[in-house]
């Protein structure tokens, strides 16, 4: 399930993606489940080989191309707006693999919105690389 969130800062690599409208964060993984004949229901149930997924949806993807190159890795890291104007979160993904990028320009707008797509790996195979604080 993927959760979509208003961002206020954004970054890549400690280098800012400017006019970030939203990021939306998807962690999933493969499932494996097991029953004997017998059994009427699944008696063992796992999730293994776990992804995150983050997509930066901007008002200039051109912009952030020019800055970072598909195949760049680093830390993504964000701040998500709160609704209820409490405190934001500070989201950390480590090891974010910047896999692709889409855009769709705008009517007589040089500067096409669009979006970058992420994905992040474990550096022990055990740690999840997203952390929200």
């Keep these: 399930m993927a959760?979509?969130?208003d961002i206020a800062t954004c970054s890549h690599a400690s280098t800012a993606i400017d006019e970030v409208l939203s990021a939306d964060i998807n962690e999933s993984g493969q499932e494996l489940t097991h029953s004997s004949d017998t059994d009427a229901y699944v008696t063992w149930a796992d999730l293994v080989r776990r992804v995150v997924t983050v997509v930066i949806n901007t008002d200039s993807v051109k912009k952030a191309l020019d800055t970072f190159s598909v195949g760049a890795k680093g830390t993504l890291a964000f701040t998500i707006n709160t609704a209820d104007g409490g405190s934001n979160l500070a989201v950390a993904v480590s090891n974010a693999v910047l896999m692709g990028a889409s855009a769709s320009p705008k009517h007589k707008n040089p500067e096409a919105g669009g979006s970058l797509r992420f994905t992040a790996y474990s550096s022990d195979g055990t740690t999840?690389?997203?952390a929200i604080t």
């Design 3 to 5: 959760l979509h969130y």
């Design 128 to 130: 999840s690389p997203l």
